[in-house]
């Protein structure tokens, strides 16, 4: 059974950056795709990136493109996101899941973390 953990949340004021760790035990990352997704208060679950597999292949939602660089280091079995010039819209609990079928897409994912939460303050 795959597990996912979620680490480097917290509170940064605007313009600041973090980096999301989403490391994984269970399974290694080849051949999966994975994603990270936010849900802030009232709103639907997200998608903002999506590293599709290890040949570097990525997706990137219009909102955080530019902004947020999505890497996978396969030795540590962990995927990063590396949020820069963050901004308070971007305030939300941000989860990483995985899918083994390769799909980038949250009906796709077959494990999820618990999720870390990012608030920006202005």
């Known amino acids: 059974q795959g597990q996912l953990v979620e680490s480097g949340g917290g509170l940064v004021q605007s313009g600041g950056s973090l980096r999301l760790s989403c490391t994984i035990s269970g399974f290694t990352l080849d051949g999966y795709a994975i994603a990270w997704f936010r849900q802030a208060p009232g709103k639907e679950r997200t998608e903002v990136s999506c590293?599709?597999?290890?040949?570097?292949?990525?997706y990137y939602a219009d909102s955080v493109k530019g902004r947020f660089p999505i890497s996978r280091d396969t030795a540590k079995n962990t995927v990063y996101l590396n949020m820069t010039n963050l901004k308070p819209e971007d305030t939300a609990v941000y989860y990483c899941a995985a899918s083994k079928r390769g799909i980038c897409s949250r009906f796709g994912m077959d494990y999820w973390g618990k999720g870390t939460q990012v608030t920006v303050s202005n």
């Open positions: 590293s599709v597999n290890n040949d570097g292949s990525t």
